[in-house]
C-alpha cells in the first residue's frame, strides 16, 4: 500500500540555524500539505500546495518558512530561522483530492 | 475561525462494548469531516470521513453526522485494546485544498 514517507525522523538543530525537512507524497496525489503538532497540543495546519504553489496558509506559516516541490518526487518545509518554539512534529499529507488527506510519519524537530 | 470541540478524556470502555466519540464544530457551513487515530507518539492514520448527514458504517466503525446539531460521532463496535488511541475530529478550513482544523482528540483507553 502507497504511503507517505519523511525524512529525517528526527533532526537536532541549534537556535538560529536553517533546517530543511524532506517529505515524498503518495505517487498519484495532486495536494499536499504541512502540519504540525507540539508535544501534547493539537495537529495544526501550517500550509498546503497544489499544481506547483501555495494555496492556503496558517497564520504560524509566517515568512520564514517555506515550501518547495523540487523535483517530481518531493515536497520540502524550510524554517530559515529555527526557534526554541519551533520544536515539534512536523507532519507532511497528501491527497489525491483535497481533504482526504493521508499523513507520513513525521519529522520530529528539536531546537537547542 | 473554525472550531472543532471533542471531550479530551480519556474514555475508559471495556473490552467487546462500543466506544461513543463525539465532536461539534462551529462554521455550519462544514460539509466534510474526518477521524483519524492518533497512537502515541505516532501520526495520525484516516480512519473514516463523512459527507452526509445520517450514518456510514465501515467495519466495526460507523461514523454518524448531523448538520443541524453540528455533531458528528464515530463509533467502534467490538472495542479491541488495539482500539486504544487518541481519536482526532477534523474539519477542512475552507474549500478547495485547504488544511485541515483538528481538535484536541479523546483518548480512548480500551480494557481487557
Known amino acids: 500500500e502507497p504511503e507517505v514517507t519523511q525524512t529525517p525522523s528526527h533532526q537536532v538543530t541549534q537556535m538560529g540555524q536553517e533546517v530543511i525537512l524532506r517529505c515524498v507524497p503518495i505517487?498519484?496525489?495532486?495536494?499536499f500539505y504541512w502540519y504540525r503538532q507540539i508535544l501534547g497540543q493539537k495537529v495544526e495546519f501550517l500550509v498546503s500546495f497544489y499544481n506547483n504553489e501555495i494555496s492556503e496558509k496558517s497564520e504560524i506559516f509566517d515568512d520564514q518558512f517555506s515550501v518547495e516541490r523540487p523535483d517530481g518526487s518531493n515536497f520540502t518545509l524550510k524554517i530559515r530561522s529555527t526557534k526554541l518554539e519551533d520544536s515539534a512534529m512536523y507532519f507532511c499529507a497528501s491527497s489525491e483530492r483535497a481533504h482526504e488527506q493521508y499523513f507520513g510519519p513525521g519529522t520530529r524537530l528539536t531546537v537547542t | 475561525q473554525k472550531e472543532v470541540e471533542q471531550n479530551s478524556g480519556p474514555l475508559s470502555v471495556p473490552e467487546g462494548a462500543i466506544a461513543s466519540l463525539n465532536c461539534t464544530y462551529s462554521?455550519?457551513?462544514?460539509?466534510?469531516f474526518f477521524w483519524y487515530r492518533q497512537y502515541s507518539g505516532k501520526s495520525p492514520e484516516l480512519i473514516m470521513f463523512?459527507?452526509?448527514?445520517g450514518d456510514k458504517e465501515d467495519g466495526r466503525f460507523t461514523a454518524q453526522l448531523n448538520k443541524a446539531s453540528q455533531y458528528v460521532s464515530l463509533l467502534i463496535r467490538d472495542s479491541q485494546p488495539s482500539d486504544s488511541a487518541t481519536y482526532l475530529c477534523a474539519v477542512p478550513a475552507g474549500g478547495g485544498a485547504d488544511g485541515l482544523t483538528f481538535g484536541k482528540g479523546t483518548h480512548l483507553i480500551i480494557q481487557p
Open positions: 505517487s498519484n496525489h495532486l495536494y
Open positions: 462554521d455550519r457551513g462544514s460539509q466534510s
Open positions: 463523512i459527507y452526509s448527514n
